[in-house]
């Protein structure tokens, strides 16, 4: 596989959609999140990802509201304006058992700190990950383009995350970019342990993409 080291806009804006294909559970009492955090701690690796309400007044900022953890077949929505950051949820975020794949995870640390202290333990940053396979971009929607060729829409960044009842849409967008996360990391972890890639030279670059 030849690793490009950057995608452009226009060539991103053609690519097919990328969405998450197995099964959405939003979680929104402390005994669901009890229930999909012992179901998360028996698989090896997860993706991680978080949602907070965008505020449009400048000085005012909100708690996260939405925290997505996924698996290969099953993404959980915690809904963290309902149930807060969970013992149980805690527990999975300081374990070391279990590897967690996440990007601006130093971001995310931050903003779910409000919410409880907590020691995270056992997460990789793919903005770092990324550095050893020669891949110069660092957002999730470009990353994963360069890799699987399609492209994570954006629509619903931008959406009310305390809204009621989470709509379809944005409950595909939210498992979607925590799965995105997981395919990443075993794409490129396999790629490594068969040495079977190669990325484009600097020098390449600009003709590669013109």
Same mark, same amino acid.
């Given at each position: 596989?030849?690793?490009?080291?950057?995608?452009?806009?226009?060539?991103?804006?053609?690519?097919?959609?990328?969405?998450?294909?197995?099964?959405?559970?939003?979680?929104?009492?402390?005994?669901?999140?009890?229930?999909?955090?012992?179901?998360?701690?028996?698989?090896?690796?997860?993706?991680?990802?978080?949602?907070?309400?965008?505020?449009?007044?400048?000085?005012?900022?909100?708690?996260?509201?939405?925290?997505?953890?996924?698996?290969?077949?099953?993404?959980? =929505?915690?809904?963290?304006?309902?149930?807060?950051?969970?013992?149980?949820?805690?527990?999975?975020?300081?374990?070391?058992?279990?590897?967690?794949?996440?990007?601006?995870?130093?971001?995310?640390?931050?903003?779910?700190?409000?919410?409880?202290?907590?020691?995270?333990?056992?997460?990789?940053?793919?903005?770092?990950?990324?550095?050893?396979?020669?891949?110069?971009?660092?957002?999730?929607?470009?990353?994963?383009?360069?890799?699987?060729?399609?492209?994570?829409?954006?629509?619903?960044?931008?959406?009310?995350?305390?809204?009621?009842?989470?709509?379809?849409?944005?409950?595909?967008?939210?498992?979607?970019?925590?799965?995105?996360?997981?395919?990443?990391?075993?794409?490129?972890?396999? =790629?490594?342990?068969?040495?079977?890639?190669?990325?484009?030279?600097?020098?390449?670059?600009?003709?590669?993409?013109?």
């Amino acid at each position: 596989m030849i690793i490009k080291r950057t995608i452009d806009k226009e060539e991103l804006k053609e690519l097919p959609k990328a969405t998450f294909p197995g099964k959405i559970h939003v979680i929104d009492t402390e005994s669901q999140a009890d229930k999909a955090v012992d179901y998360l701690l028996s698989q090896p690796v997860v993706g991680v990802d978080s949602e907070t309400r965008p505020s449009f007044n400048k000085g005012h900022s909100h708690k996260v509201a939405l925290l997505q953890i996924s698996s290969e077949e099953s993404c959980f =929505l915690f809904r963290l304006n309902r149930i807060g950051l969970t013992p149980s949820l805690v527990k999975l975020l300081e374990s070391t058992d279990i590897l967690k794949i996440g990007l601006s995870l130093k971001d995310d640390f931050m903003m779910l700190r409000k919410r409880a202290d907590f020691e995270h333990q056992g997460f990789v940053e793919l903005q770092e990950y990324v550095n050893e396979f020669g891949i110069n971009d660092r957002s999730l929607q470009k990353i994963y383009a360069i890799l699987f060729g399609e492209k994570i829409s954006k629509s619903q960044r931008l959406s009310n995350w305390e809204v009621d009842i989470l709509s379809d849409s944005q409950k595909l967008y939210a498992a979607t970019d925590a799965w995105a996360c997981l395919k990443i990391y075993l794409l490129l972890e396999n =790629l490594k342990k068969t040495g079977s890639y190669s990325f484009i030279p600097e020098t390449n670059i600009s003709h590669a993409i013109s």
